[in-house]
Every structure is written in structure tokens, then in C-alpha cells.
């Protein structure tokens, strides 16, 4: 059946694409929009992670003067932890605006698993020197060895980007899209984690739900928590390409 709309508030986000010829699949390419709000997170991230850094510097060269304050340095290992996860989430954002290809699968790992990396330099020369460290005793060096060890897995963790964006993932989800509807405009709520090709979809439209945003495929992934398109807006529209 076809789209009902729906009486919620709609917003449009960016722009929609026009009809596109499905055997001629367009590339997916960022927009100047995007690329500039990619490039503002990525300096922020940048800059948390030089914080992050910066304090670990500065714990190692606490512990090279006994005696050790134990607890400044769980303080600067907490300070640590902030930055080196907060430098994450927005390089994470970043990829999402603007993410890497496929085709290069060094660029595309580092580009997207950066965090991690980052997060071990962080932590992981401050843990050694934790342990190898003469004037901790036994019970301050398992302490504070072990928070940082903790903190490690929490910022690495954050680091880690489990669905990572990609050229080739926003050129063939938006694709099919296209195949489906004719254009490329799906829709979208601040808490889901489907896109949907309908804005009547029960899976949206719920007493739950004030406000259902539109635009592209891109536009909907550049929140993190959105994978992928609704199963049923999906089987929906093949059942009503098919009556046509």
C-alpha cells in the first residue's frame, strides 16, 4: 500500500537526491557540508587526544620522582581516560560524515579503528612503567596498575568502531534505496536504529515518537547507533514494486 505519511512533525535534514538510473550506480562522494563538519570533529578529536596524551607525558615523568603520589596519578589516569574516549566518539562522528573506501584497507582500518591505536599509546607505556616502577609498593603498583589497565579497556573499547562506514557501504545501501523508491529519501527518528523508506511505518510511528526526520541514506548514518534500512519498509516496498 502506499506511503500514508504520517502526522508526526517531519523534518527534512540536507538534501534529497533525484530519480537515478539503477544500472548506472553513482559512487557515493561526501558533501562539501559534510566534509567541513568531518573536518571540524576530526581537529576537535585531534585535540583531545594531544590532552590525552599531554597528561600521560605527564604522569610518566610523576613517577620518575619518588616519592610517587599515587593519588595524582589515578587522577591523571582518569583525566587520561576522558580525552582518549572523548577524541574517539568524535573522530567516530567524523567517519561518519565522511567515511573512508574500502579499497585501500590500510587507510580504512587506521582511518577507522584510530581510537584504539591512540588509546594504547595512551596507556600502554604508563602501565609498564607502573609495574617496572621500584618506589611503588606492591599494593600501590596492583592499585593503580590496575585502574589504568581498566581504563585501557574502556577507552579502547570506545576506540573500537564495531559497524565502521564506508564508501562502498553508503553506495550500496543508498542503491538499493534508489531501486526501491525510486529516489533516495528515507526517514528516521533520534532514537531508532533503522532507516525507513516509509514515513508511515509502524515501526516510527508510535506514541512514542514526536518528531521523524528525512533525507538521505547518508543523512540518516550519520548517526552512529543507525545501521541499516527496516526489514519491513524493505519487504514493503519489493511487494508494492512488484504490483506495479
Same mark, same amino acid.
Given at each position: 500500500?502506499?506511503?500514508?505519511?504520517?502526522?508526526?512533525?517531519?523534518? +527534512?535534514?540536507?538534501?534529497?537526491?533525484?530519480?537515478?538510473?539503477?544500472?548506472?550506480?553513482?559512487?557515493?562522494?561526501?558533501?562539501?557540508?559534510?566534509?567541513?563538519?568531518?573536518?571540524?570533529? +576530526?581537529?576537535?578529536?585531534?585535540?583531545?587526544?594531544?590532552?590525552?596524551?599531554?597528561?600521560?607525558?605527564?604522569?610518566?615523568?610523576?613517577?620518575?620522582?619518588?616519592?610517587?603520589?599515587?593519588?595524582?596519578?589515578?587522577?591523571?589516569?582518569?583525566?587520561?581516560?576522558?580525552?582518549?574516549?572523548?577524541?574517539?566518539?568524535?573522530?567516530?562522528?567524523?567517519? +561518519?560524515?565522511?567515511?573512508?573506501?574500502?579499497?585501500d584497507?590500510?587507510?580504512?582500518?587506521?582511518?577507522?579503528?584510530?581510537?584504539?591505536?591512540?588509546?594504547?599509546?595512551?596507556?600502554l607505556?604508563?602501565?609498564?612503567?607502573?609495574?617496572?616502577?621500584?618506589?611503588?609498593?606492591?599494593?600501590?603498583?596492583?592499585?593503580?596498575?590496575?585502574?589504568?589497565?581498566?581504563?585501557?579497556?574502556i577507552?579502547?573499547?570506545?576506540?573500537?568502531?564495531?559497524?565502521?562506514?564506508?564508501?562502498?557501504?553508503?553506495?550500496?545501501?543508498?542503491?538499493?534505496?534508489?531501486?526501491?523508491?525510486?529516489?533516495?529519501?528515507?526517514?528516521?527518528?533520534?532514537?531508532?536504529?533503522?532507516?525507513?523508506?516509509?514515513?508511515?511505518?509502524?515501526?516510527?510511528?508510535?506514541?512514542?515518537?514526536?518528531?521523524?526526520?528525512?533525507?538521505?541514506?547518508?543523512?540518516?548514518?550519520?548517526?552512529?547507533?543507525?545501521?541499516?534500512?527496516?526489514?519491513?519498509?524493505?519487504? +514493503?516496498?519489493?511487494?508494492?514494486?512488484?504490483?506495479?
Open positions: 500500500m502506499p506511503d500514508k505519511g504520517t502526522k508526526k512533525k517531519l523534518t +527534512r535534514v540536507g538534501g534529497v537526491d533525484s530519480h537515478s538510473d539503477e544500472k548506472n550506480v553513482r559512487e557515493f562522494v561526501a558533501s562539501d557540508e559534510s566534509k567541513g563538519k568531518a573536518l571540524k570533529f +576530526r581537529i576537535f578529536a585531534l585535540l583531545s587526544w594531544i590532552v590525552a596524551i599531554g597528561v600521560e607525558v605527564w604522569a610518566i615523568l610523576l613517577l620518575q620522582k619518588p616519592p610517587v603520589n599515587t593519588t595524582y596519578l589515578i587522577i591523571m589516569i582518569v583525566v587520561i581516560l576522558i580525552f582518549a574516549v572523548t577524541g574517539s566518539l568524535l573522530w567516530k562522528k567524523a567517519n +561518519r560524515f565522511d567515511p573512508a573506501s574500502e579499497k584497507k590500510i587507510k580504512f582500518f587506521i582511518q577507522n579503528q584510530l581510537g584504539v591505536i591512540i588509546s594504547v599509546i595512551a596507556f607505556p604508563l602501565i609498564i612503567l607502573i609495574f617496572m616502577n621500584k618506589d611503588l609498593k606492591g599494593k600501590q603498583k596492583g592499585l593503580v596498575g590496575t585502574i589504568a589497565i581498566v581504563a585501557l579497556v577507552a579502547g573499547y570506545f576506540g573500537i568502531d564495531f559497524n565502521p562506514p564506508s564508501v562502498e557501504k553508503y553506495t550500496q545501501e543508498t542503491a538499493l534505496v534508489e531501486s526501491l523508491m525510486g529516489k533516495n529519501l528515507v526517514y528516521w527518528t533520534d532514537f531508532g536504529t533503522r532507516y525507513h523508506t516509509y514515513s508511515d511505518c509502524y515501526h516510527i510511528n508510535t506514541t512514542k515518537t514526536d518528531e521523524i526526520f528525512e533525507g538521505t541514506v547518508a543523512k540518516a548514518k550519520e548517526l552512529e547507533k543507525i545501521t541499516e534500512l527496516c526489514k519491513t519498509c524493505e519487504e +514493503r516496498a519489493k511487494k508494492e514494486k512488484k504490483q506495479k
